[in-house]
Each structure stands twice: as C-alpha cells, then as structure tokens.
C-alpha cells in the first residue's frame, strides 16, 4: 500500500456497502458498529467488519479504499467484555462515512451530508452521540443513509457462444 493515511476510526461493510465511522475516543464507534452488524445479520444481510480504533486509507482509481491494518482486522473491542473477534475483510471501498457528533440538527442542510476524506467526496451521515440520542435512533439514521446511496455497480459477464 503506498501513500497510505491511518485514522482513528472503524470500518465495516454491510450488504456490500462499506462505510467509515468516526468520532473522539470514547464515542461510541465500536459498540455502534457493534450492532448495525447484528442488527444486519438478523436482517439477512452480509455484515462484515474491516477493523476497529484504526483504518488504513488509500485512494485508488478515484475511490476510498479502507484496510484493515494487519495487528488488528476483525478485532473490535466490547468495553465490559474486551477484545472480540468478528468476521472481517482486509479491504473494501467506502461509500459512506459516519460522524458521531455531539448535538441533533433537527433537520441537516444538504452540504452537511458530504464529506470529503483524502480528497475524494463521499457521502455523510452525522450521528449525534449517546448522550443525545439512544441506539435505536442512532441506527435509524445510518440505515437511512444507506438507502439514500446510490444503487452498487455490478459488474456484467459476457457470456460467449
């Protein structure tokens, strides 16, 4: 990996659509992640995480590519439990990139919900921390910004004769 940036910051990919959450020390990234991962398995969909504290950045072709850095992919961290393991990926595009901030906007102005992360704008979903809104709340809102992305490329195979 060249030209690489590591963030505080946690990864994770649900239903093929990976997405960077950030926030101080303390605010809530892992046990968020946490369950937007169990709430996805009992949904049916594919969750997976990336790693937890710390991600690599790369930026290739134009896009965002998250990496688990090696010490530490699939690990997260459960306070009152310690450190556990779940299902990872060493790698995948971001398509969304979550802020836990410390206050509700009731309603988000548009420029708000962009960011932009080693140069590259992405898609952003500001998530007010627990001491303003609970889980469930906090969960909403990612779901919602899942769906308002735009559908994932596929790529076609050619069959031949």
Known sequence: MSDSANI???GLVIDGRGILLRGPSGAGKS???LELLNAAALRGQKAVLVA???IDLTVE???L???APPSIGGLIELRGRGII???HVESAPVHLVVDIVNKLIRLVEEDALVTEVEGVTL???PIPNRSVIDSAHQQLLVHEAIS???PLKTRRVKKTA
């Open 85 to 87: 393991k779940r299902p």
């Open 148 to 150: 308002a992305l735009p």
């Open 123 to 125: 898609p952003r979903c």
């Open 52 to 54: 937890d504290d710390r």
């Open 61 to 63: 072709n134009g896009a």
């Open 31 to 33: 046990l968020l992640t």
């Open 65 to 67: 590519i998250m990496h």
């Open 8 to 10: 505080h910051s946690t």
